[in-house]
T-cell receptor
Framework: AQTVTQSQPEMSVQEAETVTLSCTYDTSESDYYLFWYKQPPSRQMILVIRQEAYKQQNATENRFSVNFQKAAKSFSLKISDSQLGDAAMYFCAYRNYGGSQGNLIFGKGTKLSVKP | DTEVTQTPKHLVMGMTNKKSLKCEQHMGHRAMYWYKQKAKKPPELMFVYSYEKLSINESVPSRFSPECPNSSLLNLHLHALQPEDSALYLC??????????????FGPGTRLLVL
């Protein structure tokens, strides 16, 4: 069974600085997808970024980028120029390619605080 | 438009009440999901509907009864709940039922409190 591990329950960053959130996963599959979701106090789960395992190039979305290391099964999220609105719970998630519907596997989350 | 809507935003109910949660999407998505999320925990999958048919039930107690009247609407009927069922209930949808790397789009959730 696949597992997702986020080893940092809480992180803190100064506004305008850069922070990296860690995520490791375990799978025997070669084709899969990885996601970072953000859940602010408003509760809505918002997709931040997604990575296809078959792509070597790391995904980027504006200030958000990932460091995808397939061999190491690592998928970290880097937030540049942190803003107050980035404060939220961040969940790393895994999904098999073509797997049964719904098997989006979440890590336990990292709570990010942004200091002004 | 990647919007999934959920009503109500908050719900307080007694253990003998019957209530329903509603989820709606107009993106033409063919798979819809119910998740339960306790405080400071990741979401836990409850049900998956694919083309309006229940395809996954993660051993959820029968006091939770899902219903998918059409491809845009997903309900969760609640009856005789327990206080431990208090949680945030999230709805999500994906474009296809095959789920090939499809991104799940989440609604804002319903905060349920069972007294």
């Amino acid at each position: 069974a696949q597992t997702v591990t986020q080893s940092q329950p809480e992180m803190s960053v100064q506004e305008a600085e850069t922070v990296t959130l860690s995520c490791t996963y375990d799978t025997s599959e070669s084709d899969y997808y990885l996601f970072w979701y953000k859940q602010p106090p408003s509760r809505q789960m918002i997709l931040v970024i997604r990575q296809e395992a078959y792509k070597q190039q790391n995904a980027t979305e504006n200030r958000f980028s990932v460091n995808f290391q397939k061999a190491a099964k690592s998928f970290s999220l880097k937030i540049s120029d942190s803003q107050l609105g980035d404060a939220a719970m961040y969940f790393c998630a895994y999904r098999n390619y073509g797997g049964s519907q719904g098997n989006l596997i979440f890590g336990k989350g990292t709570k990010l605080s942004v200091k002004p | 438009d990647t919007e999934v809507t959920q009503t109500p935003k908050h719900l307080v109910m007694g253990m003998t009440n019957k209530k329903s949660l509603k989820c709606e999407q107009h993106m033409g998505h063919r798979a819809m999901y119910w998740y339960k999320q306790k405080a400071k925990k990741p979401p836990e999958l409850m049900f998956v509907y694919s083309y309006e048919k229940l395809s996954i039930n993660e051993s959820v107690p029968s006091r939770f009864s899902p219903e998918c009247p059409n491809s845009s609407l997903l309900n969760l009927h609640l009856h005789a709940l327990q206080p431990e069922d208090s949680a945030l209930y999230l709805c999500a949808s994906t474009r296809s039922s095959q789920g090939i790397g499809e991104t799940q789009y989440f609604g804002p959730g319903t905060r349920l409190l069972v007294l």
